[in-house]
């Protein structure tokens, strides 16, 4: 029903609702009104708005007060005022739980772990789990994304020295950790025909190795160091990705420096280069003889005789600087993935002088997906057929 207001002045006859004339029960009544109480209301007024004063009273009715005009009967003030049912309160809101929630959660988390995410999964998975990446992934600081600095101090730790001992001599070249567990990928004219293999880390711990297997038609060999655990590994890359013209970082032990690093360009591509097998052709081929490993390319042989017992594979050609010590070590893309295992490099010198042996811009990697693909061959031993 509406609510009407009395004018200025009416019904000022009166000075409460129960004075005049009472109205008989057989007087007519407008039926919008409701029944007078039988009482009158219990003094507890509430207010309603300012100006405004309600008596509640029962089935939720409200009637003017004196000060309003009425009489106290209903016919005096207008209509009557019906007070509100009190509202419900309502209820809390309850915090969203569902996929929202979940992924915010989730997305705090991945920023807490950041970069060591991939070694979180290998620890959790175990020692001999490698991390791979079918495209280049990011293992660079974004602050030293791009940088030469950026990369060698990324992979560093993940590039080791390797000392073989052999029957004539010794060996030296470098290695890549592949697992924290000690899992290590080299070159198998590294370690061929060796009694014993010493292992250094770019932090100068040394282990003593094991040869798992070999694979001489690929020159790629794995060893594993004894009682070791926690090392960093290094992420294996998508050759396939590479193209001419990509910068490349080269990280090994030529000479016996160990961690040296070096840059420059992918040259080309599918190179073929053919190494020897023969296992006397390989002892003292790093760091002792005529400190190069012989390679042949287009007909010729370089740093020395294959022999009669060779092998051939596509190699990525860069001129990124490598000299004895290098093979078996890492070229890194930029983004710190490992795309090759550095084999092979030509030398102007010739056989029987090492002293003016060095890079000339001609070296040669085992592309990463090669070793990929070999990794199960290795772990199980290997195999020369």
């Not at 990446?133 to 602050?143: A, E, H």
Request: charged residues 15%; hydrophobic residues 30%; glycine residues 14%.
């Amino acid at each position: 029903m509406t609510e009407s207001f009395r004018r200025d002045g009416e019904y000022e006859q009166y000075a409460n609702p129960y004075q005049g004339a009472q109205q008989h029960a057989s007087s007519p009544v407008n039926p919008e009104w409701p029944p007078p109480p039988a009482q009158p209301p219990a003094p507890q007024p509430v207010t309603v708005e300012p100006g405004t004063t309600v008596w509640p009273g029962q089935q939720q009715a409200a009637y003017a007060t004196p000060a309003d005009g009425g009489d106290g009967n209903g016919n005096g003030g207008g209509t009557a005022l019906l007070t509100a049912t009190p509202a419900e309160p309502a209820a809390p809101k309850k915090r969203t739980r569902g996929p929202l929630a979940l992924l915010a959660a989730v997305a705090i988390v991945a920023a807490a772990i950041g970069g060591g995410t991939a070694y979180g999964i290998q620890e959790l998975t175990g020692n001999d789990t490698v991390t791979s990446s079918s495209t280049s992934t990011n293992v660079i600081p974004s602050s030293a994304k791009g940088t030469v600095s950026g990369v060698a101090k990324a992979v560093s730790p993940s590039i080791v020295e390797i000392n073989a001992t052999l029957s004539s001599g010794s060996s030296t070249g470098s290695g890549v950790i592949i697992t924290s567990g000690g899992e290590i990928i080299t070159n198998n004219h590294v370690i061929s025909g060796a009694s014993s293999i010493k292992v250094s880390t770019s932090d100068g711990k040394e282990y003593t190795a094991k040869v798992v297997g070999i694979d001489s038609a690929k020159d790629l060999a794995l060893i594993k160091l004894e009682n070791a655990s926690g090392l960093t590994p290094a992420t294996l890359g998508n050759s396939d990705g590479v193209q001419v013209g990509d910068q490349v970082v080269a990280i090994g032990s030529p000479e016996g420096l160990t961690g040296t690093v070096t840059s420059g360009i992918v040259s080309a591509l599918d190179r073929d280069v053919t190494v020897s097998t023969d296992e006397s052709q390989s002892q003292g081929g790093q760091g002792g003889g005529s400190g190069q490993w012989p390679f042949e390319f287009g007909g010729q042989e370089f740093n020395g005789d294959t022999g009669s017992s060779t092998t051939t594979y596509k190699a990525l050609q860069t001129d990124a600087s490598l000299n004895p010590g290098n093979s078996g070590g890492a070229l890194i893309d930029m983004n710190g993935n490992i795309v090759g295992i550095n084999s092979a490099m030509y030398s102007a010198a010739d056989s029987t002088s090492s002293s003016s042996a060095g890079s000339v811009g001609l070296g040669f990697a085992i592309p990463i997906n090669t070793v990929k693909a070999d990794l199960a061959k290795l772990r199980a031993g290997g195999s020369d057929s």
